[in-house]
């Protein structure tokens, strides 16, 4: 019998009611810190438990037991045969689109099922958008049909690759199922709509021994100074002796850099409120070349802040930046942001953005991203015969299958057949 109580501690109305559904008990409750809603709460359920027992309620009551999700609409059908038929016939299965409602209902998804980055959850920014889209179509929510959402994945195919259109469309069904379980629509369009193919076999831009030396060398010069404080060269080293990926170059921070036993290791890191774990959740420890580790011992006398909890990489601390004649280090005045410090990470795209900028200024850009780092120390490894469990494992891949992807053949002018032993 449903019934109410209050809860000292948390103060706040506790109800809790009793259903018995496909002959199971099933036990539900409620919380308000409003009496008078607790109450209404109470006479609704009442009355939901009755009509449960007797299995006789009208259309309307049946609907809006489901809408205040007293029950589920499955179990509406089991509580009530004919239900679904009913409401059907009488026009009542469709309700207002409601694109609020999907939003927050799309986010707590993504933070029930994604990692938290430093804008949010993984997967608010595809979800906003694919709101948007759907806000945007001539025809009603409840019209949308299967060539709908074939041509919002071609319009994401048209300026992004396979994968990320792959994920939109992962959205899009997502937040129609919700419409669905909302009987904003009837059916989810977006469920027969073919994913893209992704395509495992496309070469990754890996750089040649000139490119390498190039980049090194050109990273380094003074005038790129202004970006990141002087962060590129930093970007490039631990992209290709360590193998990071950019958001790991993001949230390392010095204590994670042992320069004595010349090792990195990237693992969850807490910033105020904001927590950055690794992809697929794993931690590791990489070894670094000794090239790599004196760079970063001579970075970390520089750095504006050299303390353990200091970020490798830093924001510009001035518009035009200067250096202590004496010490080296970055010279910044008390009005410049915490951020500018080295105090926190930097913003996602930062990194790219930055690198971007350096490339242009070099008449270089497009040849390859700071991602590219990654797929050289990766295939180079695999390539100077270091066995594929060890790569991936140093890389951070959850599949080994991932790693595998790696192996890519020589290319005729690299000359391969020079390793022949005779």
Known sequence: MANYHWKKKRKIYKLTYTLYIGGKKVEREKTSANKTYIKDLLAATSELETA????????????????REFIEEEEANLLFPGYQQAAERAGLLIAAPDFPYLKRRYRIYCENNHRKGKSGYDGWGRGDKVIAWLKKQKKPLRDLEESDCEAFVSQILSTR????AAH???????????????????????RSVEPPVIDDATERTILTADQIAWVKEASLRPHHNTLLCGGIATAVRLGLYA???????????????????????????????????????????IDIKQEAV????????????DSDDGFVLQSDPERNPERDPETGKWLISDDIPRRAC??????????SKAFNTFMKREQRYGEYTVYSFRHTYATSMLRSGVDIRTVQELMGHEKITTTMKYLRPLRAEDHPSDALAY
């Not at 007797?54 to 009551?61: L, N, R, W």
């Not at 010095?254 to 409120?273: C, F, N, P, Y």
């Open 52 to 67: 449960a027992r007797t299995g006789i309620a009208s259309t309307e009551s049946i609907l809006g037991w489901v809408q």
């Open 161 to 164: 690759s396979a994968q990320t």
């Open 168 to 190: 939109y469309l992962t959205t899009l069904r997502i937040i129609l199922d919700i419409a669905q379980k909302k009987r904003m629509i009837t059916y989810n369009p977006a």
């Open 243 to 285: 193998g990071l990926r950019n958001g790991e170059m993001n949230w390392l921070r010095w204590s994670r850099v042992d320069l004595k036993k010349g090792v990195v290791t990237i693992a969850k890191t807490v910033d105020g409120d904001i927590e950055w774990v690794p992809k697929d959740f794993e931690s590791r420890t």
């Open 294 to 305: 004196d760079y970063l011992r001579e970075l970390k006398k520089i750095s504006v802040n």
């Open 342 to 351: 080295g105090k926190h990470p930097i913003y996602a795209g930062a990194l």
